[in-house]
């Protein structure tokens, strides 16, 4: 039986990537999008949202608008620079003809889970904001979603958007503190795997020549996506596989090896962001998760071009 999900997104080059990955897998039943301000404003990653279920026939998918902004700090330069102001890598493509449901993201994961009691996996792709305000609005989900399957974080490999903090939870880590604590059965999918795995310009160019509307969305919005990581990291038009990750840890786990350990989220001050693990277990008051430590890049990729190409 096929596994429910409902993906948490900001659309975003490497968001599309996961989401038509998931759109694409038989082992996943993707019941649902919301979107969260993150990668460019929350009003244009919930047009991505649509966008990208039409894509490929999947318009009966309902997409849900989410935070504008962070629970408790300011809102944080958006990342259009590595994105494009339209999030699709500055190719400004032609408007959705979907609407977006008339309720918030975090009621609509509510009525989700308790429609489906112990069967969702939530999959955040970006901030937290919206897992925290539907745990807010109802503390009992947390009892009633299936897992939390995350990509964020960093346990060892240290930031990204700071020397200490990777860009989604530091971009609300007061609602990424409320779901590392909630007690849910969680992985975090964070920079310690999603940088071990690099995409080459051979390997984006081999998922292009699949000419399927997937593949050819992907390959008109990477360039933008190539040349921010060439600026600062002198990838040569290599990325490192973000979002894709979290979906395929939940397709297949056995790509990743974990470790259950507490987490816990700094909230305050310069490394706001910083997740920081507690392998020794001196923190007594954190709830343990899984933290995602290795990752066969082989594997890994070898599932995303099958399915992205066929």
């Not at 971009?171 to 920079?191: C, E, K, Q, Y």
């Not at 894709?244 to 259950?260: K, L, N, R, W």
């Not at 995602?292 to 099958?306: H, M, P, W």
């Amino acid at each position: 039986m096929a596994t429910k999900i409902l993906i948490d997104t900001d659309p975003g080059v490497d968001d599309t990537m996961a989401i038509l990955l998931a759109l694409r897998s038989p082992e996943l039943e993707v019941v649902g999008l919301t979107s969260i301000f993150g990668n460019t404003s929350v009003e244009v990653t919930a047009q991505n949202a649509l966008r990208l279920v039409e894509l490929e026939g999947h318009d009966s998918l309902p997409v849900a608008k989410g935070a504008s902004r962070p629970l408790a700090r300011p809102l944080r330069q958006p990342g259009t620079h590595v994105h494009g102001e339209d999030g699709m890598g500055g190719t400004h493509p032609p408007p959705p003809h979907g609407k977006l449901l008339p309720m918030p993201a975090a009621q609509f994961i509510v009525e989700m889970v308790r429609f489906h009691p112990g069967e969702i996996t939530l999959v955040p792709l970006g901030p937290l904001t919206n897992i925290a305000l539907a745990v807010l609005l109802e503390p009992g989900i947390v009892s009633l979603v299936k897992e939390v399957v995350l990509m964020g974080g960093s346990a060892y490999a240290r930031g990204n958007a700071t020397p200490a903090a990777e860009a989604n939870i530091c971009n609300d880590p007061h609602a990424a503190s409320i779901v590392f604590r909630a007690g849910w059965p969680l992985t975090m999918v964070g920079l310690d795997v999603t940088t071990q795995t690099v995409m080459t310009p051979e390997y984006l160019d081999d998922l292009g020549k699949a000419g399927n509307p997937a593949t050819e969305l992907i390959h008109k919005i990477t360039p933008h996506y190539q040349a921010y990581f060439d600026q600062f990291y002198g990838m040569k038009g290599s990325i490192h596989t973000h979002d894709p990750s979290a979906v395929a840890c939940v397709i297949d786990p056995s790509i990743f090896g974990t470790e259950s350990m507490p987490v816990y989220v700094e909230t305050e001050g310069r490394c706001a962001g910083e997740t920081v693990p507690d392998r020794r277990r001196q923190w007594l008051d954190e709830p343990p998760v899984k933290v995602c430590l290795g990752v066969d890049s082989t594997r890994l990729l070898a599932l995303i071009k099958e399915r992205l190409t066929s």
